[in-house]
């Protein structure tokens, strides 16, 4: 079973204006490992004190999945790790030559030194390790290689492929990931980002090129357009890929409204998976069809994501619709006359540009 690394508590909450608080990260981790994620990445003991402290009531929680801090691959950012009591670590170096030039001044055998000194010390301490290749998108596929390689000589863990700007389609990510699992070196992690509305598709196609995990957010949070969604590769993982997940829709509905809060992020009434309206059928076609099968026009039920079906009223509607909602309201309706009453539903729908609700229906119908 693929592995979900949700990375709200840390990338998710670099996205820009947001800020949590204690008591909302640990609500979050709480909420996350509940809803289903298989580990966390919790923050950057680096950043300092308050940081740390939180980290640490975290891991307080004695949450049974692994959980991960950030570091760039130095020895001042591990001892950080290590003082918190962390267990698990990504180790990020820049792996494009961008990255490596703006970091290192171009300087490979600085970056692989201080790679090998970390990863010793990481591993001396019994801890998981991960390789974070920062920029891995645009990095050469041999110098990829040579990190992977180097990091199975030193007894890294996994390595973390960064679409760190976004840049990836599918199909790339699949032919990327698929030449470095087919190294047979270390477990590949994906990480990608959602400047093109892709963070999401990649990281699941990274997964069916090989890799083993995928970073995620709770609805996208993250920097500039987010990262890839939990609620949606958590979804796809079980449904999409048939994965034996216990999913907790009260748990997973109760997670997205506690971020979206705490980051002060609306969800869009339409955003995949837990939008309020992704489960709502105006189209006469559609309700017809769902009135004869629930999943004639649904890829799944609304309640295993905490939602309701609904068929609100619309210039869209047909008689299916009509007839439905009257008889939820007790009439036993005339066809003929229903159907008479479209053009006028359609036209108060549409000069008001705000649905009827099944009592103004009902009004309407009985005075016709």
Known sequence: MSIINDTTLRDGEQAPFVAFNTQEKLKIAQLLYESGADELEVGIPAMGKKEQNDIKEILALNLPIPIMTWNRA???DLESSLECGAKAVDLSIPVSQTL????????????FKNLEDVIKLAKDEGLFVCIGGEDSSRADSEFL???L????????????????????TPMKTYENISYLSSLNLIDIEMHTHNDFGMATANSIAGIEAGAVSANTTVIGLGERAGNASFEQVLMSLKHQFNEDRNINASKLQELVQCVSVAANKPIGSSRPIVGE??????SGIHVNGMLKNKSAYEAFQPELVGLHRFFPIGKHSGTSTLLYHLKQSGIKPITAKVQNMLPLVREMVTNRKKVLNPQELKELYLCS
């Open 100 to 111: 490596i030039d703006v970091k290192f001044n171009g300087n490979k055998d600085k970056l």
């Open 277 to 282: 309206n992704i489960f709502s059928h105006e």
């Open 145 to 147: 290689k040579e990190v």
């Open 149 to 168: 390689s180097i990091g199975k000589s030193l007894g890294a863990d996994r390595f973390r492929y960064c679409d760190t700007i976004g840049i990836l």
């Open 74 to 76: 130095t020895m001042s």
